[in-house]
């Protein structure tokens, strides 16, 4: 039994089934296939939702999940968790430890927030923009740690191996997709954009094959356009790199890589920041790999 501080409370915990949330996630991996389709709704979600874990009861995080309480609890059970009780304290105790490391930097971070909430709280509008800055910021926060630039690194090596890169972004993906296929452009390999703008995608992906490397950005609920990209290129055997919010997504089944990143949303619009930073930084990895140029290109 371990006693820890969260949220200036103690939190006892007992012996979990297993030592971090990243085994957790692992576990949940190896046995998606046996898990029913609704508790499978709920592996792919919980990736996105691990700190709300931590925080929210079942009734809440099964709104959140929109899922009956009693499959969040079924889920917990058939994981090796006692309940729903025993797999949130396992949330908890990371995130305490994490908040123990960073507490006095974090401290810093909310007097910051506190003054700069007291300048602006006059002007019109403060309120909302101070909320999508904020979303901005965590999301980003998230975005810069060492596994993530493994996953850079690994998702690179197949772009550069690729006879030609195939980009596939619609909806609210269809910026970050843009963006992605504008940069590598300035490469000598050939891109191809699939924008979801009235084309036949059947037709498009007919000229893909082996030796090329598809790209999909797409992120729940997963356009119905990229979801048909990625069964295409799969069933021409091209090498798929996914860029969405859990590897057990619809976009990433079949990926080759999956590069996995969170979104918050601020009034219902979800926020394009991470997306957009991991796309420039895949392209200058790729840039340097491939010894393009390492200023952005002349607009």
């Known amino acids: 039994m371990h006693i820890h501080r969260f949220h200036g409370r103690s939190v006892t915990t007992v012996a979990h089934p297993y030592e971090t949330p990243t085994d957790f996630f692992k576990a949940i991996d190896e046995r998606y296939d046996d898990l029913s389709k609704r508790l499978q709704s709920i592996a792919r979600q919980l990736p996105q939702h691990k700190d709300q874990l931590a925080l929210m009861n079942v009734n809440e995080l099964a709104d959140t999940l929109q899922v009956p309480p009693s499959s969040l609890v079924r889920f917990a059970q058939q994981m090796g968790f ?5 797999m949130k304290s396992l949330f908890q105790q990371a995130l305490s430890d994490q908040l123990a490391v960073s507490d006095g930097y974090a401290e810093r971070i909310r007097q910051m927030a506190e003054d700069q909430k007291r300048m602006a709280e006059r002007v019109p509008g ?26 850079l690194n690994a998702a690179v090596k197949l772009m550069t191996k690729a006879s030609s890169i195939w980009i596939m972004g619609a909806g609210r993906s269809f910026a970050s997709a843009a963006y992605l296929t504008y940069l590598i452009r300035h490469g000598t390999k050939p891109v191809h954009w699939l924008n979801g703008l009235c084309y036949n995608l059947e037709g498009q992906l007919n000229a893909i094959d082996p030796k090329d490397v598809i790209i999909v950005i797409s992120f729940a609920p997963y356009a119905e356009e990229s979801c048909r990209a990625v069964d295409l290129a799969h069933k021409k055997g ?28 601020s009034f219902g619009f979800r926020s394009l920041s991470s997306s957009v930073c991991v796309v420039q930084s895949l392209f200058l990895l790729y840039a340097a790999q491939t010894e393009l140029t390492r200023s952005e290109p002349h607009h």
């Open 82 to 86: 006692s309940g729903y009780s025993q």
């Open 126 to 151: 403060s309120n909302i923009v101070r909320e999508v800055v904020d979303n901005n910021i965590r999301d980003l926060q998230h975005v810069f740690n060492g596994k993530m630039i493994q996953t």
């Open 238 to 265: 091209a090498r798929i790199i996914a860029v969405t919010d859990s590897y057990l997504s619809d976009i990433a089944r079949h990926a080759t890589q999956t590069i996995e990143i969170r979104e918050h949303s």
